[in-house]
């Protein structure tokens, strides 16, 4: 059998990282594995509502070698779904992860927005695809991704061209079960395996540690401005750059106990978990499984999680989450209740073993043949 990983990005997230540990995770097993990643990131409107071009990429690399199974991360950036009809020129099977909730909703963080602040979708109607505005940038860009996504899911149907979709979260299966008849639950690959539990103590003021994209929806402002003055923290060290950087950084100038670091090398990474005590994430948006959780547990640290979607049933599964609301602004009530004291935190690590992710993707595998 030969498998291919398909991605818009080489490098760029979270989404990116479980691409490139599952093609080097299949590659260590002796499986004919190859990797097609879009060439091109010139993209124009047209291109963006669906791509020949990257459509007939796709379909020579695949002919030329015999591929069986094509198995796609992310796609609607640049490739767009207009690869997903490669299946009616090829008998290749497809399998999709799913890192947000694009099949779901025209916006992939299941938000809209009125003026400059977004809301989360209880659910996502046709109603709201003729009324809603669904990008932040402006009417413009929410435009281009409502055709992109009533062209290619409501009148062409591509979505039914993939055999299997799987999901790294139980929130987001739920999702997806809306709309596709065969969603799997596939969590994302461990290289590091998790121990049953681990031990914490926290003095009378914590070291906070925020690793990620820094973006309106992320929720860091809002954190920050709940949290600059509390007499619970030590530091504050944002790791990590995005649109919303430089608003951040001039925000907070004054305030010496946050630092910003910008993005670093994956293998400074490691040295600023094991500074830290805690690690956070404030996302407004519901999230998928953000590898901050599972990274925070291999280095025996809990994190601070807004309670929303699915960073609170995922935390809940890894076992190492504390609970905020951003609504409430309860932070500081939280980081109250963890200054010195003493934890064991458990949790469900084999849930999360890198023998299972193997075997789950063999199981998925075989069942399209």
Known sequence: MN???VNDFEKNGGAETVFNEQFKLLKSKNINV???VYQSSKINALSYIFNIKALIGLLRFVRKNEINVVWIHNFYHLLSPSILAIKYFSDVKIIYTAH??????ANPSFQFFEQKNGYNFKRFTFKDLLTKRLDRRG??????RKV?????????KLHR???VVTAPSTFLLGKIETVHKNVKLLRNPLIKPLEASFKVEYDDRLSLLYIGRLSDDKGVLEFLDQVENSKYIKDIIIVG???QYEILK???KNNFIIKFVGRIENTEISNYILQSDLLFLSSLWYENAPMTILEAAQYKKQILLNDIGSLSCFGRQVGNACYFNMEVRNVDEVLSQLVNRKFVVNLNNREFCYDKYFNDINSILNCVG
Do not use: E
């Open 241 to 243: 750059d995005g649109p």
């Open 100 to 105: 947000d909730f694009h099949l779901v909703c």
């Open 139 to 144: 009417a413009v860009y929410s435009t281009l």
């Open 3 to 5: 498998i291919l990983l």
């Open 34 to 36: 190859y990797k097609y």
């Open 250 to 252: 001039s925000r907070f």
């Open 161 to 163: 061209n993939i055999d």
């Open 148 to 156: 992109q996504w009533f062209l290619n899911y409501k009148l062409l």
